[in-house]
């Protein structure tokens, strides 16, 4: 029996989170826009909650919002910018239908 890598978990993941999104957006009837809002918000959500398990108390975990904010700020920043630029240059065959 073979274990998966981080990697591995990290991109199955992924998929999993669009295809519920997409799901969920296409049985609710919310358009796209809607139902990114709502996957970014609950990563947001859930980020919140991994940074205050990782707390002792309320004050160590608001000690490590600053870092913790300035992290994910850049990690958001980074994962859009690849994303857009593949996008970019894949977007003919992204968006064939």
């Known amino acids: 029996m073979s274990?998966?890598?981080d990697d591995q978990q990290f991109w199955q993941l992924i998929d999993k989170f669009i295809q519920h999104a997409n799901e969920q957006g296409q049985a609710s009837g919310a358009p796209p826009h809607v139902a990114g809002a709502a996957l970014m918000f609950a990563a947001a959500r859930f980020n919140a909650?991994?940074?205050?398990?990782?707390?002792?108390?309320?004050?160590?975990?608001?000690d490590?919002?600053?870092g913790?904010?300035?992290y994910f700020r850049k990690q958001f920043d980074k994962m859009m910018n690849e994303n857009m630029a593949d996008y970019a240059t894949n977007f003919d065959k992204y968006e064939s239908r």
Do not use: D, G, K
Request: glycine share 0%; net charge neutral; proline share 4%.
């Open 68 to 70: 913790a904010l300035e």
């Open 64 to 66: 490590n919002m600053p």
């Open 49 to 62: 909650y991994v940074l205050a398990r990782s707390a002792a108390n309320a004050e160590q975990f608001r």
């Open 3 to 5: 274990t998966q890598t």
